[in-house]
Antibody, heavy 122, light 107 residues
Framework: EVQVVESGGGLVQPGGSLRLSCAVS????????MTWVRQAPGKGLEWLSI????????YYADSVRGRFTISRDNSKNTVYLQMNSLTAEDTAVYYC???????????????WGQGTLVTVSS | DIQMTQSPSSVSASVGDRVTITCRAS??????LAWYQQKPGKAPKLLIY???SLQSGVPSRFSGSGSGTDFTLTISSLQPEDFATYYC?????????FGPGTKLEIK
């Protein structure tokens, strides 16, 4: 059974940092890309970042590029999101999701965690 | 970045109705379009990928079509558990942007 479990959310002051973790099991972790998506309260889904299976290829949304860093440790079946210079606009539930590979590229996300809430407030 | 739009933003329907949701991309995304269902307080659930491929375990009343810039999600006969918000997502180029969502409500 595939499991995706995020952790590390919480309350952080503006300008602060937080590292989210996403632990997975039930599939061959190192051959799938992993994605982070967030959802602000009452709002839609926002794609943030993706990392390839080997951890070399990474891409970011403009809204987080330069502030957030995605990484993975394939020996621990875990993907991370380091978030720096946080503002109130980063308040959201953060989801981690496993990629669906079609024709050699990730074309969707099939298994999602339950999400972890990040609140940026003084 | 590719912008995604959805219409309608909300729709009211009854159990048994046929419902169609439209998604439009600002640029050609070929067939790299996915659809998700999300219920309040829950993670999104993948329904369709590559425009028309049904995800394993998803009921056959869900179907997707389209290519290029125009796509549709059709629910052939609404069931009570289908009332939720639906999002499209393009997966042709990064960032893999989502549409704003369509809320499907009970009439």
């Amino acid at each position: 059974e595939v499991q995706v479990v995020e952790s590390g959310g919480g309350l952080v002051q503006p300008g602060g940092s937080l590292r989210l973790s996403c632990a997975v099991s039930g599939f061959n972790f190192n051959i799938y890309a992993m994605t982070w998506v967030r959802q602000a309260p009452g709002k839609g889904l926002e794609w943030l970042s993706i990392i390839g299976g080997k951890g070399v290829a990474t891409y970011y949304a403009d809204s987080v590029r330069g502030r957030f860093t995605i990484s993975r440790d394939n020996s621990k079946n875990t993907v991370y999101l380091q978030m720096n210079s946080l503002t109130a606009e980063d308040t959201a539930v953060y989801y981690c999701a496993k990629g669906v590979t079609v024709a050699g590229r990730t074309r969707a996300s099939d298994y999602w965690g339950q999400g972890t809430l990040v609140t940026v407030s003084s | 970045d590719i912008q995604m739009t959805q219409s309608p933003s909300s729709v009211s329907a009854s159990v048994g109705d046929r419902v169609t949701i439209t998604c439009r991309a600002s640029q050609d995304v070929s067939s790299w379009l996915a659809w998700y269902q999300q219920k309040p307080g829950k993670a999104p659930k993948l329904l369709i990928y590559a425009a028309s491929s049904l995800q394993s375990g998803v009921p056959s009343r869900f179907s997707g079509s389209g290519s290029g810039t125009d796509f549709t999600l059709t629910i052939s006969s609404l069931q009570p558990e289908d009332f939720a918000t639906y999002y499209c997502q393009q997966a042709n180029s990064f960032p893999n942007t989502f549409g704003p969502g369509t809320k499907l409500e009970i009439k």
